[in-house]
């Protein structure tokens, strides 16, 4: 049996659910200008609070927008801000890290003590407080949860560049004259592929819960966009009379959280050489 198909046979049934359903999620978020059956903001007054039917799956809210369609839409707003978050931060991660780790001595010793100074304060903390200084919107919290991740690259990637330098084919290569460039691209950079993707997979769920609730004081994506975070704002008023408008996105956003994690200690697993 192929070492890669047994290490994806020893996740539980419940992680491998929770992959698939935040899979599918993230890719009907992705189509949902293809599959939502109306308009996210489109209202209808007459509708309002009603329950699921076969013309609304999951009813309506308190201004008769169909719950399943900002559903979708929510969902695309969340990942696609999510993943713009994570790629600036793996990519200025990446670059400080290996900078640091590639180099060492006094360039090691100003990268990390800068980095340092953001990590002093948890991500979150640190994007709420942008975010407060800034101001809401998509471009702000774009910049306040970038300055709050990537820091953690840049640490990764440093300890996983200097645990790769030691390494037989790098001395190698140093004692034959390759150039910094050409080491760093050819040996140092697909070494570090396996570690930054269980660390993205393990930020999906994090960005998202930050971006909801952020959303959710009012600081991150304002209307008319839809945006999990905020509907569970708009449905705190009704959480008696119609819980279905707190139960979708809270769903929604467990579902994905939970998925993700779930996939970055598989994939751990999985590249784990020590089986």
């Given at each position: 049996m192929p070492i890669a198909l047994h290490h994806w046979q020893k996740a539980n049934l419940i992680s491998s659910i929770a992959i698939v359903l935040a899979l599918l999620n993230v890719i009907a978020s992705i189509f949902a200008p293809a599959i939502a059956p109306y308009d996210p903001a489109a209202q209808d007054l007459n509708l309002g609070l009603s329950t699921p039917t076969w013309q609304h799956l999951l009813g309506t809210d308190h201004l008769g927008?169909?719950?399943l369609s900002r559903l979708l839409w929510a969902g695309q707003v969340s990942i696609t801000l999510t993943a713009i978050v994570l790629c600036l931060s793996a990519s200025i991660g990446v670059g400080i890290g290996v900078c640091a780790g590639y180099f060492g001595g006094v360039v090691d010793e100003i990268l990390m003590r800068f980095v340092d100074l953001f990590l002093a304060l948890p991500k979150q903390i640190l994007a709420l407080a942008l975010v407060g200084i800034l101001g809401s919107g998509f471009p702000n919290l774009v910049l306040?949860?970038?300055?709050?991740?990537?820091?953690?690259y840049a640490r990764l990637v440093r300890s996983q560049v200097l645990c790769a330098k030691s390494t037989a084919f790098v001395e190698a290569a140093f004692a034959l004259g390759g150039s910094p460039l050409y080491i760093i691209r050819v040996h140092l950079l697909p070494a570090l592929l396996g570690p930054i993707l269980v660390q993205l997979s393990l930020d999906v769920g994090a960005a998202i819960l930050a971006i909801a609730g952020l959303?959710?004081?009012g600081l991150g994506i304002q209307p008319p966009y839809p945006e999990w975070g905020t509907?569970?704002?708009?449905?705190?008023p009704f959480m008696q009379a119609a819980p279905r408008?707190?139960?979708?996105?809270?769903?929604a956003i467990l579902v994905?959280?939970?998925?993700?994690n779930a996939l970055a200690e598989s994939l751990e697993s999985w590249l784990d050489p020590r089986g």
């Open positions: 927008r169909d719950i306040a949860l970038t300055i709050g991740w990537w820091p953690t959303s959710f004081l509907m569970l704002v708009d449905a705190r408008l707190v139960i979708a996105p809270g769903v994905t959280a939970f998925g993700f």
